[in-house]
């Protein structure tokens, strides 16, 4: 089914460790975001890019890199985990200048930083 | 176990009333607003959106209205239902001066419970 596919689902690390986060979207989508959602917080923005070949910082971006592999794409990367990143991460893709319907968003990752 | 919305606002109602799940937005420029639910263990899923040029929009058995003096939006759910029960954010759409065009930001969300 066409959507957006988040890899892993879940994942332990310990602090200091590295790891990168996974996006693939198959809906020939323009831009994709990654987004953090901690416990009674709503979604806040970490990286973005508006198309293939661009990336810009949102909200929160302190602590993570991401690639924008080609149109398909789009990771992120902790490179020395900390116990404040431990949250639920949710990528999401949408046509460039936000059609009609919003963003579809993959199932998530759920982090946990020991 | 649930992780999101551990301390989110509730709304309990019963099956078969109607709900209103109220959101305040801080931007007077978004053009651009949307409901998303969000169930246990999934990412958040598209209900109804609306456009600022519009007061309200209907879908099948939910409403949005839009009110822009004084930046507030609501979501109307008729008959909930047990199968409504998620937490529901409120998005909207901030033009920004970058490549991006556009920036769509979130509300923290309400918990809505539909009691059988």
């Known amino acids: 089914n066409a959507g957006v596919t988040q890899t892993p689902k879940f994942q332990v690390l310990k602090t200091g460790q590295s790891m990168t986060l996974q996006c693939a979207q198959d809906?020939?989508?323009?831009?994709m975001y990654w987004y953090r959602q901690d416990p009674g917080m709503g979604l806040r923005l970490i990286y973005y890019?508006?198309?293939?070949?661009?990336?810009d910082k949102g909200e929160v971006p302190n602590g993570y890199n991401v690639s924008r592999l080609n149109k398909r794409e789009f990771s992120l990367r902790l490179e020395s985990a900390a116990p404040s990143q431990t949250s639920v991460y949710f990528c999401?893709?949408?046509?460039?200048?936000?059609?009609?319907?919003?963003?579809?968003f993959g199932s998530g990752t759920r982090l946990t930083v020991v | 176990g649930e992780s999101v919305g551990l301390h989110l606002p509730t709304l309990s109602v019963q099956e078969g009333d109607n709900s209103i799940i109220n959101c305040a937005y801080s931007?007077?420029?978004?053009?651009?607003f949307i409901w998303y639910k969000q169930e246990s263990g999934k990412g958040p899923q598209f209900i109804i959106d609306i456009r600022s040029n519009m007061d309200k929009r209907q879908g099948q058995r939910v409403t949005v209205l839009l009110n822009k003096t004084v930046k507030h939006l609501s979501l109307q759910i008729a008959a909930t239902q047990p199968g409504d029960s998620a937490v529901y954010f409120c998005?909207?759409?901030?033009?920004?001066?970058?490549?991006?065009?556009?920036?769509?930001?979130f509300g923290g969300g309400t918990r809505l419970m539909v009691k059988p």
């Open positions: 890019s508006a198309s293939e070949g661009t990336t």
């Open positions: 998005a909207e759409n901030r033009p920004v001066l970058n490549n991006a065009g556009n920036m769509l930001t």
């Open positions: 931007n007077s420029a978004s053009d651009y």
């Open positions: 999401a893709s949408t046509w460039e200048g936000l059609r009609l319907g919003g963003y579809t």
């Open positions: 809906m020939n989508h323009n831009s």
